[in-house]
C-alpha cells in the first residue's frame, strides 16, 4: 500500500504508523525545510537576497520515502532514506555552507517511555504518545544528528588561521616573537584610510 505521494505543501504531513505497519505501508514526500523548527535554529540563516543556484525560488525540501512493518514479535519498525540540502554556517569563516545531508533511518516506534526503555538495545526507539505522528517530528532528530560538526573541511575554509596573518608573515615568524600580544596591536592598528 502506497500512502501518499505528492508534492511540498505547507500543511504538515501526520501518518499512523501502527496502522501503515500493519499494512506494510510506505510513505513518500517531500516536506519543506521550514516546517523543521528545531532543525532550523541550526541552519545558517538565509538570505532572501542571495541568488539561488539551482531552483530558483523554490524552497528547500527534505525528500523523504519510508517503509513501516511489523516484525515478527509485532513491534513496529520504520526504514527509509531522507535527503535534503542544507546551508551551514561556519564558525571561522561565517560563510554559509551547502551541505548534501543523507539519512538512513531505522527507528522501533513505541508507545510510552517504559516500552522504550524494554527495547532491545540494537533498536532504536521513537516513543508515540497517540496513533498518529507528523512526518517531519519522525525525522527530524535524525536529520539533526546527521549535521556535520565541522562545516567548512579544513582545506576548504576560506578563513584557516593561517590566511589571517598579513601578508608577507607566516603563523610561524609571528608565534616566534617576544610578545605574543603583538599579533593583537597588528590587528587593532588603525587603516590609515580610516575603515
Ligand atoms: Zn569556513
Known sequence: MIARAMS????????????????????????????FQ??????????????????DGEEAVVAVQLSFFQDEQRRTHVTGEVHTQVYLSCQRCLQAV??????????????????AQSLDAELEPFV??????????????????????????DRNCPSM??????AGESEAEL?????PFAVLKHWRKP?????
Do not use: K
Open 191 to 195: 587603516d590609515p584610510d580610516g575603515q
Open 128 to 153: 508515540l504518545d497517540g496513533d498518529t505522528v507528523l512526518v517531519a517530528d519522525l525525522i527530524e532528530d535524525e536529520l539533526i544528528l546527521a549535521l556535520p560538526e565541522l562545516v567548512c573541511q
Open 38 to 55: 528545531r532543525l532550523a535554529q541550526l541552519l545558517a540563516p538565509v538570505d532572501p537576497a542571495a541568488p539561488t543556484s539551482e531552483a
Open 175 to 179: 608565534e616566534q616573537g617576544d610578545n
Open 98 to 115: 551547502p551541505r548534501p545531508i543523507d539519512v538512513q533511518l531505522a527507528l522501533c516506534l513505541v508507545r510510552g517511555e517504559d516500552r
Open 161 to 166: 588561521p593561517a590566511m589571517r596573518y598579513p
Open 8 to 35: 511540498a505543501q505547507p500543511q504538515p504531513y501526520a501518518v499512523e504508523p501502527f496502522h501503515l505497519a500493519r499494512q506494510r505501508g510506505n510513505w513518500r514526500g517531500r516536506i519543506r525545510l521550514s516546517q
